[in-house]
């Protein structure tokens, strides 16, 4: 099974949405990620059941 699967996040800080490759093998993660357009840093927030995820959100620092 894939557990590597993307998703759309949403920066808090730009608005601009672009896709984030989330390890499904955990049910809960939390991690840091940068933005892809202002390079802002921020967390993000997943659940997941392998090879979905159930949730996700981000927060701004
Ligand atoms: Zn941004």
Excluded: N
Aim: aromatic content about 8%; hydrophobic content about 35%; proline content about 5%.
């Amino acid at each position: 099974m894939e557990v590597e699967v993307s998703v759309r996040v949403q920066c808090p800080f730009c608005g601009q949405r672009f896709d984030l490759v989330v390890d499904t093998s955990s049910s809960h993660q939390r991690f840091s990620t940068e933005c892809e357009v202002c390079c802002h840093p921020f967390d993000v927030e997943a659940s997941c059941r392998p090879g979905e995820v159930l949730g996700i959100e981000v927060f701004a620092e």
